[in-house]
């Protein structure tokens, strides 16, 4: 058994800075950096506070270990950390409370996230996201990338939760926790795009630093025969670093304009 994230703490100090490296040429505007802080401050926070919450695991025999779609579907926690999620956003874009809060009803109305949870992570997964987003009259993009962002702690505190129990291979070019891309690296480490596991490992190049001003610290960079993105880190930058993509890809859609003028979904 294992519980998610005992020793993690709540943001520290420096988070705005942190921030302000790893999203600052995001295009988001201020609402969008707000949320994007204040949301990853809630997500270490129900790290912090999910110590009491057990998941069984079940590693495979070699690297990857996790099964992500099988943690979330097992977990009783995805409905709450999504409804958490779902609120603050509905906190920092009043203008989209119709749709937002329309996920929540759709939960009422029998919405499963535990399949979703676990077509996340299937071939054809997305087709049930749109299945379901029709049965509810709901967004799936929305609906997709809410869910995604809820699991993330669970998936960052399960990975923390097997590395203190096992000894994980290094080397490899993906996420020896739960086979994930590297989104980050920093002095022969790799960090994990979805579950932020570290690892020792080296990506050859050639890498060369993308076009326009770089923040010091936190170099941006791609690879120039795949086009693979990647940030370099320094050290300090490295440790409590976090990928900010499918943040920045929700807080992109909430920023622009509502299409929908019905009136709000009254939650009881």
């Given at each position: 058994m294992a519980n998610a994230l005992p020793r993690a703490k709540p943001g520290k100090?420096?988070?705005a800075l942190l921030l302000a490296l790893l999203a600052g040429d995001s295009g988001l505007g201020r609402c969008?950096?707000?949320a994007l802080l204040e949301l990853r401050r809630r997500q270490r926070e129900i790290m912090a506070g999910s110590r009491g919450a057990l998941v069984r695991l079940e590693p495979a025999a070699a690297a990857p270990f996790l099964e992500l779609g099988q943690i979330g579907?097992?977990?009783?926690l995805v409905a709450d950390y999504h409804s958490l999620l779902v609120l603050e956003l509905c906190r920092h874009?009043?203008?989209h409370g119709h749709s937002l809060r329309g996920l929540l009803g759709a939960r009422r109305s029998g919405l499963d996230l535990s399949t979703?949870?676990?077509?996340l992570w299937r071939e054809f997964g997305q087709d049930q996201f749109f299945k379901a987003a029709d049965e509810h009259g709901i967004d799936p993009h929305l609906?997709?990338?809410?869910?995604?962002?809820?699991?993330k702690p669970l998936y960052e505190g399960v990975a923390l939760a097997l590395a203190r129990h096992f000894d994980l291979p290094q080397g490899g070019r993906d996420c020896p926790a739960c086979g994930g891309p590297p989104w980050a690296?920093?002095?022969?480490?790799l960090r994990c795009a979805v579950c932020e596991t570290a690892w020792q490992a080296v990506l050859p190049g050639p890498w060369r630093e993308v076009e326009g001003p770089q923040a010091r610290g936190a170099r941006r960079l791609y690879h120039a025969e795949s086009a693979q993105r990647m940030c370099e880190l320094d050290e300090s930058l490295f440790e409590t670093a976090f990928d900010p993509g499918p943040f920045i890809e929700l807080l992109a859609l909430l920023e622009k304009p509502p299409v929908d003028t019905d009136p709000p979904i009254a939650i009881e």
């Open positions: 100090p420096d988070d969008g950096l707000s579907r097992d977990s009783p874009f009043p203008a979703l949870s676990l077509s609906l997709a990338a809410t869910l995604w962002l809820a699991l690296m920093c002095e022969g480490r």
